[in-house]
């Protein structure tokens, strides 16, 4: 393990934290409402102990793929840390963990809150939540790698660990001309919805917004009704186009731009998303159409900005959907956990696991049927490597244990089953909002200091995908030897 590169690795996350909380201060000193000190404070904090950190120099500048690890896994924890302070500073909550929990939420692009009611935040904060959302949607790591090319060829660890997905990979032979590419479509993107919102009657503050919380896949709003408190048709098309585009894997995008439709049609992952998408949205209009929920059009808007939201696990709603008929709100909960596709800004199991544990099922059904046979999984017209088809085996095995273990814990501070179960679902996946309690127009400020701390952990652990996370655990991960 390389600490000391570790640590200067962090200490460059404060002070882009510290960066990063800038435009929160003007917005606090424009709009006057009590919150300024809370943001100088903590950006002081940042740049006392980050700076210092920053100046460590490593005897070993390159980075092995444990240090990648570690960079991300402790970048995120100080991320949602720090980003907790001007909420504790500034008196919005009654304990810090809760602060953390708000924080940590913003970060990981989860949207869950423990807020009762957000209208009555300072903008300042306001602007600071959903602004974690965009941070954290693409990684403030990857950011890094594209401003601060000084991690050399230990770059691919940390985008490995950083990005989500079962296999990231370069755009370009270089890291830091990859990282980019990605920032100028997620920026791209982010200021053509902007635009649309504006065009739409949006004011720019409630633009700013909610167009953070779409490009990063989280769903704060700055009302406590959401998307539904602006009741437009136009708004929602908006809304709900960009999180699916934002669903999609920016590799895919990067071939847009470049012209290779082909490649984009015929992407197995890309296809499967499109028919869970259009499947979810037919299914549950026809339920709420059939148990007369709405008309055949009120249906099919309801249908379709809930289930955009809920498979890119963005969180925005503009119906409560705790009432709906059974089989929508089991289809939505299966969309919770299986998320949009790898690549992008959502969280989930993905769709790209899905597909290849599909296509793993298939071989050992022929495999019994024909046991001499050998038949390889493939994607793409290749054959996936067997090391990659056990990791997503293993993957998906280890986050239904995370997930009932969380439940355990948590389920005796729920009121109900719904409760226990999906508000765990909704921050492993980074959702938000869940069924019972913690649905669209309910919030976590119920939970116990002790289960918000599990559900905030569950959030990280979602967002990284498991691994760097859990392999801090493991005493060996620290030893100093070499790899």
Aim: net charge positive.
């Amino acid at each position: 393990m390389n600490y000391r590169a570790v640590i200067r690795s962090l200490g460059i996350v404060m002070l882009a934290e510290a960066v990063f909380m800038i435009p929160s201060v003007i917005i606090s000193l424009y709009y006057h409402e009590g919150d300024t000190a809370s943001f100088l404070a903590t950006i002081l904090i940042l740049l006392v102990i980050g700076f210092p950190l920053f100046r460590i120099q490593a005897s070993q500048p390159r980075l092995f793929a444990r240090d990648g690890f570690a960079i991300v896994a402790l970048g995120w924890l100080v991320m949602s840390f720090f980003g907790a302070l001007p909420f504790h500073f500034a008196g919005a909550t009654d304990h810090f963990i809760m602060a953390l929990f708000e924080s940590t939420s913003g970060f990981t692009t989860t949207g869950a809150s423990i807020f009762t009611d957000v209208e009555s935040l300072p903008r300042g904060l306001v602007f600071w939540r959903s602004f974690t959302h965009w941070i954290g949607g693409m990684g403030v790591l990857l950011l890094t790698l594209a401003i601060l090319p000084m991690f050399g060829s230990g770059a691919l660890h940390i985008l490995r660990a950083e990005s989500p997905g079962p296999s990231p990979g370069k755009l370009v032979p270089k890291i830091g001309q990859t990282a980019k590419i990605l920032y100028s479509l997620y920026i791209g993107l982010t200021l053509l919805q902007i635009l649309l919102l504006g065009l739409a009657g949006v004011e720019l503050f409630d633009a700013l917004i909610h167009t953070f919380g779409s490009a990063g896949t989280g769903g704060f709003s700055n009302y406590n009704a959401s998307v539904g408190a602006f009741d437009s048709l136009a708004v929602e098309l908006i809304i709900g186009v960009f999180v699916l585009l934002f669903g999609v894997s920016f590799t895919l995008h990067y071939q847009l731009v470049r012209g290779r439709w082909r490649d984009v049609v015929k992407d197995a992952e890309l296809r499967l998303y499109a028919l869970v998408v259009l499947g979810s949205i037919l299914i549950i209009s026809w339920s709420l159409y059939s148990e007369n929920f709405a008309s055949v059009g009120g249906s099919l808007r309801q249908a379709f900005f809930q289930v955009a939201s809920i498979v890119t696990t963005t969180g925005y709603a503009t119906a409560d959907f705790n009432n709906w008929p059974l089989i929508a709100r089991i289809i939505l909960v299966a969309l919770m956990l299986i998320g949009p596709c790898a690549g992008s800004t959502g969280g989930g199991i993905k769709m790209i696991r899905l597909l290849m544990v599909g296509r793993i099922i298939r071989r050992e059904m022929v495999r019994i049927k024909h046991p001499q046979s050998f038949h390889t999984v493939q994607m793409g017209g290749k054959a996936v490597d067997e090391r990659i088809l056990h990791g997503v085996s293993a993957f998906i095995l280890f986050y239904m244990l995370i997930m009932l273990a969380a439940i355990l814990l948590v389920a005796p501070d729920s009121p109900n089953l719904d409760t226990a179960v999906t508000s765990v679902i909704a921050c492993i996946s980074n959702i938000g909002p869940g069924l019972g309690a913690v649905g669209p127009i309910g919030n976590y400020a119920g939970f116990s200091p002790f289960s918000q701390a599990v559900l905030s952990l569950c959030m990280v652990i979602g967002r990284l995908e498991i691994f760097p996370v859990m392999i801090l655990f493991m005493p060996s991960f620290w030893r100093r030897i070499s790899i």
